[in-house]
């Protein structure tokens, strides 16, 4: 069946660096945009990057701000996301989802991943 | 950017009841919203797409309505399985997020 499998996170400093990982199997993942969401501990969710079914776009929520990049890898079938520059702020699980559709970040998330812990903290 | 307000913040009902939850959206997001369950610990789980479709597998008693700028997620029946946090998405941009409802049994 679909499924997204995350990988990754842990803890690190402010100002410390982390990526998180998520590998897709049971649907044709080089055919799909895909997602990466967080939801801080006790908040609501907050939509953080999108990347195209063949990696030639990429878009980034503005809090952002140059210090994450995200990436796949078809031929593997796995999605990362680089996680740079770390503030308390950024604490949260991140979530790979797989969008409706491929082209662009106006999507809904019909497939999540099981949601990666990142802790900021000194 | 639309801003999406879910209300009310919590939900108490009886199992059997009906829940009628609302998100409504500060601009017209048309009918680009789709609704998530989040039960704890767990990963959102897809319900209802473009206002008012169900997802595979998600049962009759869920149903989405609306159009624009108001929007409701009905349980006509509601099960105790159904306990979590329901959040509302627009996709006519950038996706955002209502803050969620949490619906809970008496």
């Known amino acids: 069946q679909e499924q997204l499998v995350q990988s990754g996170g842990g803890v690190v400093q402010p100002g410390g660096s982390l990526r998180v990982s998520c590998e897709a199997s049971?649907?044709?993942?080089?055919?799909?945009?895909m997602h990466w969401v967080r939801q801080a501990p006790g908040r609501g969710l907050e939509w953080v990057a999108f990347?195209?079914?063949?990696?030639?776009?990429?878009y980034y929520g503005d809090f952002v701000e140059g210090r994450f990049t995200m990436s796949r890898d078809n031929s593997k079938n796995t999605l990362h996301l680089q996680l740079n520059s770390l503030r308390v702020e950024d604490t949260a699980v991140y979530y790979c989802?797989?969008?409706?559709?491929?082209?662009?970040?106006?999507?809904?998330?019909?497939?999540w991943g099981q949601g990666t812990a990142v802790n900021v903290s000194s | 950017e639309s801003v999406l307000t879910q209300s009310p913040a919590t939900l108490s009902l009886s199992p059997g009841e009906r829940a009628t939850l609302s998100c409504r959206a500060s601009?017209?997001?048309?009918?680009?919203l789709a609704w998530y369950q989040q039960k704890p610990g767990r990963a959102p789980r897809l319900l209802i797409y473009?206002?008012?479709k169900r997802a595979t597998g998600i049962p009759a008693r869920f149903s989405g309505g609306g159009s624009g700028t108001d929007f409701t997620l009905t349980i006509s029946s509601l099960d105790p399985e159904d306990v979590g946090v329901y959040f509302c998405?627009?996709?006519?941009?950038?996706?955002?997020f209502g803050g969620g409802t949490k619906v809970e049994i008496k």
């Open positions: 049971g649907f044709a993942f080089s055919s799909f945009g």
């Open positions: 473009d206002a008012s």
């Open positions: 989802a797989k969008g409706f559709g491929g082209y662009d970040m106006r999507d809904y998330f019909d497939l």
């Open positions: 601009q017209s997001v048309s009918s680009y």
């Open positions: 990347i195209r079914y063949d990696g030639t776009n990429k």
């Open positions: 998405q627009q996709y006519t941009r950038w996706p955002t």
